[in-house]
């Protein structure tokens, strides 16, 4: 049973519900957004596959948002601290252990992706990335990461923006700069497919993307995609919205603000599919999806055609606000943990951490160069924390705070603090955190370790 709650200490809070929704979409969008959902969603079905990714949005991914929320708003605490405070003494405390573990180590290693878009922006706009032949972006970009410290170099810089951002609180920090930023990364993502739907040929990027293939939802596997798609987009399981719920005011209404935020992160991803794929089939490219398809075949494109001089750096840099919103909120966690356990303000404990993390994803780095030589199977020492973080950490901690929001809290008591009332809205939501969201999170998680 959960305990309830007599009084709160004073807590930061958002300024307002705008500043909360920018910052939750902007930990929500991130890279994975710009290549990796356009290309499933073409491999996949298309609009069919949409369909399927938004039930999985619905049935699993949105309901265990508002249950994070509505973990931090009751705690009025950090991760770990909400547990505590709401079943102390408990096992469920291993849910918020989890959470702050894999924000620090998953920015540990998305630093490093994020300093290399960083390094493509940068040069990019400099105009030296240009003077390299097409069929040399390859080359170029295996050359750089396996490159001791230049990528380290960016790296830091990235971390360093982000400690920043954190440095400055809740309200001057991560609601400012996320109200200045995913306007701007709204502005550009719009502009880059406004720019791509206008090439010769772009009819086929359209057409990847949104023809529906109903004959691919026979397949099994399109719909554990779109089930890990839906998970993983929304930053589930790393507890950035428990300790983001801790912000909020009992005055706003969890279930809007989570579908808010779906729907932001839902329709950036869609967005971003119209800014990349029309381009690559006008130029006869082939599709794909991840590092390969930002740091080699775009390059080249935008080489290609009119513009791209003025569209390639502006693409980099898209890709270098969305991976800074996200660091920002996974910095957070961990902040919010250690301000609350050490009584240290937040300025130092966001360079000491920030340090910390920037140190241990320095290997992540490393093992494309000096340190390729540790692997396990093919996994580079960066698969390897991926593989551990994001396939194993975050599906067992979604699931906890879906258990324990759905069985450990008091039927009438958790609709109330979720902001759902005696509802049928709110009796969905709660069975569907009993029954529904676990099994789709078990066969998540069965599913990456290839058991099913």
């Given amino acids: 049973m959960v305990q309830q709650l007599s009084g709160t200490k004073a807590r930061e809070e958002w300024g307002t519900r705008l500043g909360f929704i920018c910052a939750a979409v902007g930990s929500a969008v991130g890279l994975g957004n710009i290549w990796r959902f356009p290309y499933i969603t073409g491999e996949n079905g298309g609009a069919a596959f949409i369909v399927v990714y938004l039930l999985c949005i619905l049935l699993c991914g949105l309901p265990i948002m508002i249950a994070e929320l509505t973990i931090g708003r009751k705690a009025q605490s950090d991760a770990v601290g909400s547990f505590e405070a709401l079943a102390p003494g408990k096992p469920w405390i291993f849910g918020g252990v989890l959470g702050v573990l894999a924000g620090f180590f998953i920015l540990s290693f998305y630093s490093v992706v994020a300093g290399w878009a960083l390094k493509f922006f940068a040069t990019a706009a400099s105009g030296s990335l240009w003077e390299i032949d097409k069929a040399g972006f390859g080359k170029f970009f295996g050359d750089y990461i396996a490159q ?27 609601e400012r700069w996320n109200r200045i930023l995913i306007p701007a990364l709204a502005i550009m993502v719009i502009i880059l497919a406004g720019f791509s ?7 086929k990027g359209v057409a990847f993307l949104f023809t529906p293939d109903w004959k691919k939802l026979a397949d099994p596997n399109v719909y554990l995609i779109a089930l890990g798609q839906a998970f993983f987009s929304l930053s589930i399981g790393m507890a950035v919205f428990i300790t983001y719920g801790s912000y909020l005011s009992q005055s706003v209404r969890l279930p809007v603000m989570g579908a808010a935020t779906v729907a932001g992160d839902t329709i950036f991803a869609i967005i971003a599919g119209l800014a990349i794929f029309p381009a690559v089939f006008a130029f006869g490219l082939d599709p794909s999806a991840g590092a390969g398809l930002s740091f080699i075949t775009l390059p080249g494109l935008f080489q290609a055609i009119p513009g791209g001089m003025v569209v390639g750096p502006l693409f980099f840099l898209l890709l270098v606000v969305a991976a800074l919103t996200s660091m920002a909120s996974l910095l957070e966690v961990p902040v919010a943990f250690f301000m609350r356990i050490l009584k240290v303000p937040r300025g130092k404990i966001a360079i000491i951490t920030g340090l910390v993390i920037f140190a241990i994803g320095i290997p992540s780095s490393l093992g494309f160069g000096v340190l390729g030589h540790i692997k396990w199977g093919e996994k580079t020492i960066l698969d390897i924390m991926d593989f551990l973080m994001l396939h194993l950490a975050l599906p067992i901690g979604g699931m906890i705070t879906a258990l324990f929001v759905g069985w450990a809290w008091q039927r009438q008591s958790v609709l109330s603090d979720a902001g759902f009332g005696e509802n049928v809205l709110g009796f969905v939501w709660l069975w569907l955190l009993r029954v529904a969201a676990p099994l789709m999170v078990l066969f998540i998680f069965l599913h990456k370790l290839n058991l099913v």
């Fill in 148 to 174: 001791s410290w230049e990528p380290i170099f960016w790296q830091g810089a990235m971390m360093a923006m982000t400690i920043y951002i954190v440095a400055g609180g809740v309200k001057k920090g991560l």
């Fill in 197 to 203: 739907l206008t090439l010769d040929g772009a009819a």
